[in-house]
């Protein structure tokens, strides 16, 4: 039996249908018009060209995100990178590009 498992459920199975199918990059953007589709080529730059296995935009780098980003979710996410760069360590991590399985 099916069930919904949210956001992050399909993100993690359309991971892993890419993988499976033997898919070469997948690019997932919310459809809350909180991303620019613009900024895709430079997130999708680095992996095209093989240099990282993954990157990550963050939208609260944005000049307009205090104006465009509701509040409470704005302060929530920033809240929550905080708390996860506490328990990481990756104090320095802003713009991360990573390379999964290394050279």
Known sequence: MRTNQGVGGAIATGYKWCRDHEIDVAVVMAGDAQMDPADLPALLAPVVADEV??????????GDAWNAIPRVRYLGNSMMSLLTKIASGYWHVARLTIRLYGD
């Open 53 to 62: 296995d993954y990157t990550k935009g963050n939208r609260l780098f944005t």
